[in-house]
């Protein structure tokens, strides 16, 4: 039997292992949470995290995009222009789901189609 693309020394055997592993642990990582939800309900820190979270995530979100592209000016330019956007259509509309899919989108055709 070839190889199957495996290096020296690993057989599929122990390739399945290792991936049966990484996805039950993933899986219950992922599933833990919903499973705690009932303890955590009312739970002061757990609300205040459901607060400052989502301000906090876009926030670190921004900071990356705008720092990431700084050294290239058509496309911080282009994240600057997105990020306008995306605050005016939130504040026009609070609906956040319509703002960052319109930066977003706003951001992937300037950054494909100008720059």
Do not use: Q
Request: proline share 4%; hydrophobic share 60%.
């Amino acid at each position: 039997m070839s190889t199957l693309g495996l290096p020296d020394g690993v057989t599929l055997g122990m390739a399945a292992a290792v991936i049966i592993s990484a996805g039950i642990v993933t899986f219950l990582l992922r599933a833990l949470p919903f499973a705690l939800t009932r303890y955590l309900k009312g739970s002061p820190f757990i609300d205040f995290l459901a607060v400052l979270m989502p301000v906090g995530v876009m926030t670190v979100l921004v900071v990356y995009t705008i720092a990431g592209e700084a050294g290239n000016p058509g496309r911080f330019w282009s994240a600057l222009a997105a990020l306008v956007i995306t605050f005016v259509l939130h504040a026009w509309r609070r609906r956040a789901d319509l703002s960052i899919f319109a930066g977003t989108a706003v951001y992937m055709l300037l950054v494909n189609l100008v720059v």
